[in-house]
């Protein structure tokens, strides 16, 4: 069977919205923005014949069950038609990912009224999503999988879209997330599960509505797939139930980067979040493939080639031998079929073009001399001793990174290069690290909050400066032999990496003096911190300048930091040493 390698434009633009309500726009409409010639042509030629399209199902289908639903159903199909006809020319398919059934507001009495034999669970958190379309979700409700009508417009639904679409590549599925689905998703806790469905069971619930989606899809062709990803099944279930009871058609899809443990100062730290930090696949990623292939399944794993949460404001995290290994184990497995990024980490660089490279070179198993061949080959003429040695030390460099949630999703080092902390109080609370949030210096959820002290954190952050600081030097010079784009550009990306956990390092000790010695002591302190980020600064601006990539998150479509934001910033360090 042929490979399957998914990827994703990084102009791509994700919606978010958990209120999926008729909706006449979003990545199908606007996927001309995203898939230009020359986008396409780059992520064939790094070995990639697929892309992925986030999609709502209650957008893309319009059905008798519900007929409230998929008002715009048509122009969605006709787009998505469009796009699959374009990206042919190029040998890629499209995959379409979605979440099926997504939850409705609980408060659309339009809908509810008339199906209220089809509610399910209630969603409480959906109010933490925050305001949509000028008002404000209080909660979801789920259609209820369990009621025969569900089942259909399901089952029904997807036949329907597999003809609509019969050149499509496929559907991945996600059937258990941080949004309001069916009654046994992630957040909705055992007691909000409506009275049918745990009767049934969330390995029930989800492998059935797996099934229904495989036989539409089956009903209407033989060549489309689908992809079953178990993103959060461990949260409602164990996994190898669902997977005992899935069809043998369908593809088995599991995180290659989550679901560990790994070594961090000094004690061993769970995983489960992507992390290019693992130099294996993750222990729960192995387990459960294997005992899908003993199940007849194939196997199509999720991986983050690019970059992850640890630093999500650079093209990528040049950890290339943690990259290997987890590619030995593809070739060890024959699941030469992958995706590659989620919604950021999707830009084409060398980590996207070695964890290819070793896929395509399976009689490379030694680490070493894996390493040694891909960079002779990427980098022609490159000391390729000097270019191994600085890829294991930026691993063992990030080795001390505290992987604790709030320092992946908040951490400064995603946005901290791009902002200017002054003399004085705190100024109010920092955002999100995947956002383009507004900016503060109270970095204390990230500091005071996990499984890490304060003073880990404080430790864990100043090794890694440390570490990428002595490494870099070496590297740079073992690529500069190599006159090629392809090194200057992974130049830039080291020195835009260390420069982030820098002047992360410095924002945190700019943070632990105002939170702990008042507004005005300390001022000679944060003077030298502010000197020592002058120096910081400057020395990256050329790399922002010459390199547009660096700084850019594709999940908030933003600059987290980019040229100009670091020219404010000297002016503002030079006003205050001044």
Not at 64 to 69: A, D, M, Q, T
Not at 221 to 229: D, E, H, L, N
Not at 261 to 288: C, W
Not at 314 to 335: E, G, S
Request: hydrophobic share 35%; charged share 25%.
């Amino acid at each position: 069977m042929d490979e399957i390698r998914i990827w994703r434009s990084p102009l791509a633009r994700y919606d978010h919205d958990p209120d999926a309500w008729n909706k006449n726009n979003g990545e199908t409409t606007r996927w001309r923005e995203a898939y230009s010639d020359k986008v396409l042509s780059d992520i064939a030629a790094n070995g990639y014949n697929g892309i992925w399209l986030g999609v709502h199902f209650h957008n893309m289908v319009f059905r008798e069950e519900f007929p409230e639903l998929g008002i715009y159903a048509q122009i969605h199909q006709q787009s998505v038609r469009e796009l699959i006809e374009h990206t042919a020319k190029f040998g890629i398919k499209v995959y379409l990912m979605l979440q099926v059934p997504r939850g409705i507001d609980d408060d659309r009495r339009e809908f509810w009224d008339h199906h209220r034999e089809c509610a399910g669970a209630v969603d409480p958190l959906g109010k933490e999503w925050g305001f949509k379309n000028g008002r404000e979700i209080t909660f979801m409700r789920s259609l209820c999988t369990s009621v025969p009508k569900v089942r259909s417009y399901i089952r029904n639904g997807f036949a329907d879209l597999t003809v609509k679409l019969p050149d499509l590549g496929g559907f991945i599925i996600i059937s258990a997330s941080e949004f309001s689905a069916h009654c046994c998703t992630r957040l909705q806790k055992p007691e909000h599960t409506c009275p049918r469905c745990a009767a049934a069971g969330a390995d029930k619930v989800i492998s059935n509505l797996l099934n229904d989606i495989y036989d539409g899809v089956r009903s209407a062709s033989q060549t489309v797939q689908v992809i079953a990803w178990d993103w959060s099944w461990s949260f409602v279930t164990d996994r190898k139930k669902i997977i005992d009871a899935l069809p043998q058609g369908i593809c088995y899809m599991s995180d290659t980067d989550r679901g560990d443990y790994l070594n961090i100062l000094g004690r061993l730290h769970h995983i489960d979040e992507y992390s290019l930090m693992l130099r294996r696949v993750a222990k729960d990623f192995a387990e459960t493939s294997e005992y899908a292939l003993s199940r007849g399944l194939r196997c199509i794993p999720k991986a983050q080639c690019g970059t992850t949460h640890e630093l999500n404001t650079v093209p990528n995290l040049p950890l290339i031998a943690n990259l290997h290994a987890k590619a030995a184990w593809f070739n060890k497995h024959d699941c030469g079929s992958f995706l590659g990024c989620w919604n950021f980490g999707n830009m084409q660089s060398a980590n996207t073009a070695a964890f290819n490279f070793f896929l395509n070179r399976r009689e490379l198993t030694d680490t070493d001399e894996a390493l040694t061949a891909f960079a002779e080959y990427y980098f022609p003429g490159c000391d390729s001793s000097g270019v191994v040695k600085g890829w294991k030390d930026f691993s063992d460099a990030m080795d001390n990174f505290p992987y604790d949630i709030p320092d992946l999703y908040t951490g400064p080092q995603h946005w901290s290069l791009g902002f200017f902390s002054p003399p004085g109080k705190l100024t109010g609370p920092c955002g999100h690290g995947f956002q383009d949030d507004p900016r503060g210096d109270d970095i204390g959820i990230v500091l005071n909050k996990g499984d890490f002290s304060r003073e880990e954190k404080i430790l864990g952050y100043k090794l890694v400066a440390e570490g990428w600081s002595k490494a870099l030097p070496g590297y740079v010079k073992a690529l500069q032999s190599s006159d090629t784009l392809h090194a200057r550009e992974e130049i830039a990306t080291a020195e835009v990496c260390m420069a982030a956990f820098k002047s992360a390092f410095n924002l945190i000790q700019i943070y632990d003096i105002k939170s702990t010695c008042g507004t005005d002591a300390a001022f000679d302190r944060y003077l030298a911190i502010c000197r020592d980020e002058l120096a910081v600064v400057q020395r990256v601006l050329p790399f922002l300048e010459s390199d547009p990539r660096q700084g850019f998150n594709p999940e908030p479509n933003a600059y987290l930091f980019d040229a100009g934001k670091v020219r404010k910033k000297i002016t503002a360090l030079k006003k205050i040493l001044s």
